[in-house]
T-cell receptor, first 113, second 114 residues
Framework: GQNIDQPTEMTATEGAIVQINCTYQ??????LFWYQQHAGEAPTFLSY????GLEEKGRFSSFLSRSKGYSYLLLKELQMKDSASYLC??????????????FGTGTQLKVEL | NAGVTQTPKFQVLKTGQSMTLQCAQD?????MSWYRQDPGMGLRLIHY???????DQGEVPNGYNVSRSTTEDFPLRLLSAAPSQTSVYFC?????????????FGPGTRLLVL
């Protein structure tokens, strides 16, 4: 089975940097995803890591350490519109093909002036 | 492309009623999934499909059936609705890029079972 932990809530200031951590335990790791979900909307894809290291995409970066079972999402130059829930999800490859994502409960980020 | 579409957006059922949540995608994705999202529980996988004619159970399949007769459609059936099935249901589809698979989510169906 899998166990994914991330903080429930975080608050940060507009223009600042925030790091959202995710730790996981899994038997068949094959990639970690970060999704953003605004209230009442569907999750949208932010980033994907399968190898150790940092992946940068504009104001968003994601880091992975497979040996530590640890990832973080880094958001720079925070904007009010970044207020949302951020979901960490771990992928397992299925025996019959395809992928299965197991999601954490999400981190609710509030960006303040 | 419309992406992933779901109908209805909202539904109220009485305990014991049955209904089908529709999901369709026009991206020719092989993989489709159904999730439910409950407060404090995160997204949980109900059923998934790796292609037409192939389905399998996820983490919380009880009370739900699926079928995949075409690549485009993946309906979710509630056989006899229970209050515990009150939730937001998301359908998702994905493709394989070789370096990662991005799941595209539909807008969700909000279901209330009385």
């Amino acid at each position: 089975g899998q166990n994914i932990d991330q903080p429930t809530e975080m608050t940060a200031t507009e223009g600042a940097i925030v790091q959202i951590n995710c730790t996981y335990q899994t038997s068949g790791f094959n990639g970690l995803f970060w999704y953003q979900q605004h209230a009442g909307e569907a999750p949208t894809f932010l980033s994907y890591n399968v190898l150790d290291g940092l992946e940068e995409k504009g104001r968003f970066s994601s880091f992975l350490s497979r040996s530590k079972g640890y990832s973080y999402l880094l958001l720079k130059e925070l904007q009010m519109k970044d207020s949302a829930s951020y979901l960490c999800a771990v992928r397992d490859i299925l025996t019959g093909g395809g992928n299965k994502l197991t999601f954490g409960t999400g981190t609710q980020l509030k960006v303040e002036l | 492309n419309a992406g992933v579409t779901q109908t209805p957006k909202f539904q109220v059922l009485k305990t014991g009623q049955s209904m089908t949540l529709q999901c369709a995608q026009d991206m020719n994705h092989e993989y489709m999934s159904w999730y439910r999202q409950d407060p404090g529980m995160g997204l949980r996988l109900i059923h998934y499909s790796v292609g037409a004619g192939i389905t399998d159970q996820g983490e919380v399949p009880n009370g739900y059936n699926v079928s995949r007769s075409t690549t485009e459609d993946f309906p979710l059936r509630l056989l006899s609705a229970a209050p515990s099935q009150t939730s937001v249901y998301f359908c998702a589809s994905s493709y394989s890029t070789g370096t990662g698979e991005t799941q595209y989510f539909g807008p969700g169906t909000r279901l209330l079972v009385l």
